[in-house]
């Protein structure tokens, strides 16, 4: 599987994160659902959560991860 022509990256997150992505470009897959995400985009990606993450070569971003003891799961959702 690829997204971008690159292979694809299946990550378990072990803290939330919040991401603003500052250049570049990334896709998110969770469940079958993809989001696209380019610079200016922000969206948070919950602790547990299993995404697929992909990018399209150089990407800059600025992001939060918190940890939580005791985590809910939660799926991947962009910021509105």
């Known amino acids: ?16 994160e919040f991401m603003q992505i500052l250049e570049g ?3 998110i897959v969770e469940q ?10 922000c969206f948070c990606i919950a ?9 399209t070569g150089r990407l800059k971003k600025v992001y939060v991860a918190v940890t939580s003891k005791n985590p809910q ?3 991947a959702a962009p910021v509105k």
Do not use: M, Y
């Not at 079958?32 to 985009?41: E, L, M, P, S």
């Not at 602790?47 to 990018?55: L, S």
């Open 47 to 55: 602790q547990g959560a299993k995404v697929i993450w992909a990018q």
């Open 25 to 27: 470009e990334c896709a």
């Open 1 to 16: 599987l690829s997204l971008f022509g690159d292979p694809l990256h299946v990550i378990l997150l072990c803290s939330s």
């Open 32 to 41: 079958n659902k993809t989001w696209t995400f380019r610079a200016g985009d």
């Open 73 to 75: 799961p939660s799926k």
